[in-house]
């Protein structure tokens, strides 16, 4: 069963450092969404992405962060100059099409920004 | 901002007996709602979904009762595996541009042998 995935799985930093979270979602996918948890936090939306662009974003996503999809496959996340509380759990996750509502998540990745 | 909320942190049942996790919600706007899985170092695993206009949706043992005039959802799951130990959450979807999903905090579900 196709599954997205995500590298690396553990990624820790300096404080200003930059980070790049890599996820490759399920190939027929359209909808890509980061997400993040903060320890013993919800799960809470960053930004989503559909054709090539931005269609919305959160507050957190600052312009420290960005996102890409450099080759059709890969979507990346972005973090310019990380802070400490940028530590967090952060999961990709893909969906297939407008009318269904399933979101698909990925393993997630453990930043430390230290 | 609490549009989704699980006020149950933890919840214990016996084996073979029925769990119940709850989730409240404000925004009437909200077109479906969906139960996630989450075990520790792993990301959430879909486990079932209902429309906002529907008042029930039923996969095998887990079955999603929605109730619109209360802004009230619950997870059923009949008979509880101490498999099914977990951490659930409850997420909304915005129909909007993103159709983002909006999470609860979370139940914590420990199913005893």
């Known amino acids: 069963e196709p599954e997205v995935t995500q590298t690396p799985s553990h990624q820790v930093t300096q404080m200003g450092q930059e980070v790049i979270l890599r996820c490759v979602p399920i190939?027929?996918?359209?909808?890509f969404y980061w997400y993040r948890q903060i320890l013993g936090q919800k799960v809470e939306f960053l930004v989503s992405f559909y054709n090539n662009e931005i269609s919305e974003k959160s507050e957190i996503f600052d312009d420290q962060f960005s996102v890409e999809r450099p080759d059709g496959s890969n979507f990346t996340l972005k973090i310019r100059s990380t802070k400490l509380e940028d530590s967090a759990m952060y999961f990709c996750?893909?969906?297939?099409?407008?009318?269904?509502?399933?979101?698909?998540f990925g393993p997630g990745t453990r930043l430390l920004v230290l | 901002d609490q549009q989704v909320k699980q006020n149950s942190p933890s919840l214990s049942v016996q084996e073979g007996r029925i769990s119940i996790l709850n989730c409240d919600y404000t925004n009437s706007m909200f077109d479906y709602f969906l139960w996630y899985k989450k075990y520790p170092a792993e990301g959430p695993t879909f486990l079932i979904s209902?429309?906002?206009?529907?008042d029930k949706n039923e996969d095998g043992r887990f079955t999603v009762f929605l109730n619109k005039s209360a802004k009230h959802l619950s997870l059923h799951i009949v008979p509880s595996q101490p498999g099914d130990s977990a951490v659930y959450f409850c997420a909304a979807r915005v129909p909007d541009s993103s159709y983002k999903l909006i999470f609860g905090s979370g139940t914590r579900l420990l199913v005893r042998p």
């Open positions: 190939s027929n996918h359209l909808y």
């Open positions: 996750a893909s969906k297939v099409g407008s009318l269904k509502e399933t979101q698909y």
């Open positions: 209902i429309s906002s206009i529907k």
